[in-house]
């Protein structure tokens, strides 16, 4: 790829002016610069539950037959296809994402395009509150997304998915809604701070933040397009989200508009933690919770320790998989008993079709992983060495369609 206008890309997501429409068709035409790959460009905006997924608005940059492969595409109801519109990579081909998982969906993509398409790049952004924002491009052979593509569109993909959650509830904002808790000039200058803004540290953080920004719009700043994308983090410290507004005069503000995920409360956790522990759920590392919120990987850490004791369970796999889309986070119900409100849920079993492929060493180290075990606790209890489990977990990472230990049970729990 070449250093076309990342940043321009990134200020789209966060412009309020236009209608969701508009915004849309925007966002398209300005991504669709940034990719030499593919073609009939199509975005889309949906909403999530465990059982059910609904197409919001969608545009593409072709025939109109390329919006309703997206429509399409949403109406497959397979478990492998119900995992990547609600979890799973941001960055991704089909044929790495489902082909390897359910090899039958590469003729269902061929049925639905009139055999013109045999794989997808995908772009998802999740708002963490059940809906997302959905970029892709369409290719006639299978391909894998580079390094750079999976870096630069992964970063994006958080802006994406920031840009859509603070759209849902920030349109018609103006300088005396609740959520604005800060307000700079273009210079940089503090104006009001509010709420939690208000602390000085807290304040010097939003202007050094305000600067910063501004200085990655410059020409200079745009040039170099993979360093502005790991400064220009999803949030400001966890909860911020700054946007031009201009006045009636024409005059510029830098609005730090309050723009965290919000959660349903999981009994004892705090915000921060239940918003670390639902991204967890979805598949991310901790390096991309890092980004996504804008809070330190040692904080990630911190939050995830946090909750997995809080929460009475043995790691961070136990985690993923309770906030996995189909595990017992997704179900709970509440009730009331003797004045005490309880949490309720059920933790599906593992079903057998996703262990077939493996052989029963490799079950054997799955179950291990799935209890939290280290490569290292692992070769103890088996007497092997550490080589030969890490060969293990590779081949049930490649046989199960996952990249990493936290991803694993997310993808077993919402399959079961």
Same mark, same amino acid.
């Given at each position: 790829? %070449?250093? $076309? ?36 460009? @199509? ?19 072709? &025939? ?15 478990? @492998?296809?119900?995992?990547?519109? $609600? ?15 359910? +090899? ?16 997808? =790049? ?6 963490? /509150?059940?809906?997302?924002? !959905?970029?892709?491009? =369409?290719?006639?052979? $299978?391909?894998? +997304?580079?390094? /750079?593509?999976?870096?630069?569109? /992964? ?37 009001? *701070? ?7 540290? @807290? ?60 959660? &349903? ?14 991204? !967890? ?13 804008? !809070?330190?990987?040692? *904080? ?10 809080? =929460?009475?369970?043995?790691?961070? %796999? ?9 595990? &017992?986070?997704?179900?709970? *119900? ?9 949490? !309720? ?12 492929? =493996? @052989?029963? *060493?490799? $079950? ?6 799935? %209890? ?36 694993? &049970? ?7």
């Amino acid at each position: 790829m %070449t250093n $076309r206008d990342w940043v321009g890309l990134i200020e789209e997501t966060y412009r309020l002016e236009d209608d969701d429409d508009d915004w849309l068709k925007r966002l398209l035409e300005h991504a669709a610069t940034l990719s030499n790959r593919g073609f009939w460009p @199509t975005i889309g905006t949906y909403h999530y539950t465990p059982k059910s997924l609904q197409l919001e608005r969608s545009a593409a940059l072709g &025939p109109a037959h390329a919006r309703d492969i997206l429509a399409a595409s949403m109406q497959v109801q397979t478990p @492998t296809v119900s995992y990547f519109f $609600r979890s799973g990579p941001a960055v991704t081909s089909l044929s790495e994402a489902l082909y390897t998982r359910e +090899p039958d969906l590469a003729a269902v993509v061929q049925q639905i395009t009139n055999g013109l398409v045999h794989d997808k =790049l995908a772009v998802k952004g999740l708002t963490g /509150q059940g809906s997302a924002l !959905i970029l892709c491009w =369409l290719f006639s052979e $299978r391909i894998v +997304p580079t390094a /750079q593509e999976r870096h630069r569109w /992964q970063c994006v993909a958080s802006h994406l998915g920031a840009g859509l959650r603070l759209r849902e509830f920030a349109q018609g904002l103006d300088l005396n809604s609740s959520s604005v808790e800060a307000i700079f000039d273009g210079a940089g200058k503090l104006h009001e *701070a509010r709420e939690g803004a208000q602390h000085p540290t @807290t304040r010097a953080s939003l202007r050094k933040s305000v600067c910063r920004l501004d200085q990655l719009r410059t020409r200079h700043g745009r040039s170099d397009p993979d360093r502005a994308l790991a400064a220009w983090e999803g949030l400001v410290q966890g909860r911020w989200s700054l946007v031009d507004h201009f006045d009636s005069d024409g005059r510029r503000f830098v609005l730090a508009i309050k723009n965290d995920p919000r959660f &349903p409360d999981p009994r004892g956790l705090t915000l921060r933690e239940r918003q670390v522990a639902e991204f !967890i759920g979805q598949g991310h590392s901790g390096k991309e919770i890092s980004y996504m919120l804008g !809070i330190s990987p040692s *904080a990630v850490t911190n939050c995830t320790t946090r909750a997995v004791h809080k =929460l009475g369970l043995s790691s961070l %796999t136990e985690l993923a998989a309770f906030f996995s889309p189909n595990g &017992p986070r997704a179900s709970l *119900a509440e009730y009331g008993v003797h004045g005490n409100t309880l949490l !309720i849920g059920a933790y599906p079993l593992l079903p057998a079709e996703q262990v077939v492929n =493996l @052989t029963d *060493a490799e $079950r054997e180290v799955l179950a291990a992983l799935l %209890t939290g075990s280290t490569n290292r606790h692992i070769a103890q209890r088996r007497n092997c060495s550490e080589h030969t489990v890490a060969n293990q977990v590779q081949s049930i990472f490649r046989k199960v369609g996952v990249h990493s230990r936290s991803e694993l &049970p997310v993808r077993l729990q919402r399959e079961a």
